[in-house]
C-alpha cells in the first residue's frame, strides 16, 4: 500500500508560533508522547470534517505567512498522514502521495478548493444553499449575514442595511472575511 501524505498544519492566528506551548508540543511530540492525534478541518466557523487519526511523518519546520492582520510571522508546519489503519477519505485535492508530491502541488491545494467551490454554484445552477443566513465578519464592512452565493459572489447584507457583493475567492485567499 502506498502511503500517502496530507497538506501540513498551523496553529495560531496571529505572531511567531513557539513549537513548545501547547497544541505545538503535543504535536511536536506525538511519535513519542502516547497521544493520538485526530485531525478535524474546519469548513464554515462551527462546521467540522473529521478526517481521522494522523501522524507526524517527517520534522516540523517554520514557514514565513501572513498572520490575521496581514503581517508576516513565523509558523510550525507539521508533515502528517492519515494512520494506516484510518478509513476516513479526504477529497483527491487535499492527499499527496508523499512529500515531494506535497512540496510540488500542495502549496496551492487551499486556493484551488476554493476555486472548484467558486465553480460549484454555477455547474449546479445553485444559489449557494447552505451559505444563506451565515454571519460572516469582514475586515472592512464588520458583521453581516450572507443572503446568497451564485456564481463565486457572495452577497451579504452588513450592519444598518449596507449590502455588498464580494467576490468569495478573493475574500478568502485574501483572509477579508471569517464565518463567525
Given amino acids: 500500500m502506498k502511503e500517502k501524505y496530507n ?74 498522514r492519515p494512520v494506516p489503519d484510518n478509513d476516513v477519505k479526504k477529497p483527491t485535492g487535499l492527499v499527496f502521495k508523499d512529500m515531494d508530491d506535497y512540496k510540488k502541488n500542495g502549496k496551492n491545494a487551499d486556493a484551488e478548493f476554493v476555486k472548484n467551490m467558486k465553480k460549484a454554484p454555477k455547474r449546479n445552477n445553485s444559489s449557494g444553499v447552505g451559505m444563506k443566513g451565515k454571519k460572516i465578519k469582514h475586515k472592512t464592512y464588520g458583521v453581516g449575514t450572507v443572503t446568497k452565493l451564485q456564481e463565486g459572489m457572495l452577497y451579504v447584507t452588513f450592519t444598518g442595511n449596507d449590502k455588498r457583493t464580494l467576490n468569495y475567492e478573493i475574500c478568502i485567499n485574501n483572509k477579508l472575511i471569517e464565518f463567525i
Fill in 7 to 80: 497538506r501540513e498544519y498551523v496553529w495560531g492566528k496571529s505572531g511567531d508560533q513557539d513549537i513548545h506551548w501547547a497544541q505545538n508540543a503535543t504535536l511536536a511530540e506525538c511519535a513519542h508522547n502516547g497521544v493520538d492525534v485526530h485531525l478535524f478541518e474546519v469548513i464554515d466557523a462551527g462546521e467540522y470534517i473529521y478526517c481521522g487519526r494522523i501522524e507526524l511523518v517527517d520534522k516540523p519546520y517554520t514557514e514565513t505567512q501572513p498572520d490575521e492582520d496581514g503581517i508576516d510571522r513565523q509558523v510550525w508546519m507539521y508533515p502528517v
